[in-house]
Nanobody, 119 residues
Framework: VQLQASGGGLAQAGGSLRLSCAAS??????MGWFRQAPGKEREFVAA???????NYADSMKGRFTISRDNAKNTVYLQMNSLKPEDTDVYYC????????????????WGQGTQVTVSS
């Protein structure tokens, strides 16, 4: 299984970015995004299941939207109204369990993509 993330970069506060992550090898019930700052624990952002049900961290609700294209085995994260505190490395992850937000509940991880938001 390989996960290839893309779409990170530099944005201004209030701007938008869209992350993509394509999975190869098999289809997973749950696809999600986490983020991590240097020296901090990996933080759950959002997840989506095969049916399209979504789960968000409270601080992301209303600004971030997760979606997936099952035909392409790809998960997306649309990030709007970006804030400087959204600056992190964002990781996509896949797993078989729904409703979990602990990194240990996900089976495979992408390489991470840097998102930097300037004020």
């Amino acid at each position: 299984v390989q996960l290839q993330a893309s779409g990170g970069g530099l944005a201004q506060a209030g701007g938008s970015l869209r992350l993509s992550c394509a999975a190869s090898g098999r289809t997973f019930f749950t696809m999600g995004w986490f983020r991590q700052a240097p020296g901090k624990e990996r933080e759950f952002v959002a997840a989506v299941d095969l049916r399209g049900a979504t789960n968000y961290a409270d601080s992301m609700k209303g600004r971030f939207t997760i979606s997936r294209d099952n035909a392409k085995n790809t998960v997306y994260l649309q990030m709007n109204s970006l804030k400087p505190e959204d600056t992190d490395v964002y990781y996509c992850a896949v797993g078989s369990i729904w409703g979990r937000s602990n990194p240990s509940d996900f089976d495979y991880w992408g390489q991470g993509t840097q998102v930097t938001v300037s004020s």
